[in-house]
Nanobody
Framework: QVELVESGGGLVQVGGSLRLSCVAS????????MRWYRQAPGKQRELVAA???????NYADSAKGRFTISRDNAKNTVDLQMNSMKPEDTADYYC???????????WGQGTQVTVSS
């Protein structure tokens, strides 16, 4: 089993920055890709950014040029640096990890991000 715990959410002004962190524990050797998702009130959860074990990344169009995902395999962490933030970035952000063995998804409890204008 893999447990994920996010931190770093909070209130930020438009144009500001925030860094989210997620630490994995448990059977971390089975983790492949790691991702950040977000879910705004009344909307579906959406993928924000993803990173493979080898460091390949991809981003939602809304995140390109503003957000950076990174991971430290030795520390079992994945971070999301968010810059030039907009009100539409307001959401609950969730860390996700995918099992290399069977594709099972693991989820954190989420951290709230609010961007004030």
């Amino acid at each position: 089993q893999v447990e994920l715990v996010e931190s770093g959410g909070g209130l930020v002004q438009v144009g500001g920055s925030l860094r989210l962190s997620c630490v994995a524990s448990g059977t971390t050797w089975r983790i492949g890709a790691m991702r950040w998702y977000r879910q705004a009130p009344g909307k579906q959860r959406e993928l924000v950014a993803a990173i493979t074990r080898n460091g390949y990344t991809n981003y939602a169009d809304s995140a390109k040029g503003r957000f950076t995902i990174s991971r430290d395999n030795a520390k079992n962490t994945v971070d999301l640096q968010m810059n030039s933030m907009k009100p539409e970035d307001t959401a609950d952000y969730y860390c996700n990890a995918v099992s290399l063995l069977n594709g099972e998804d693991y989820w954190g409890q989420g951290t709230q991000v609010t961007v004030s204008s």
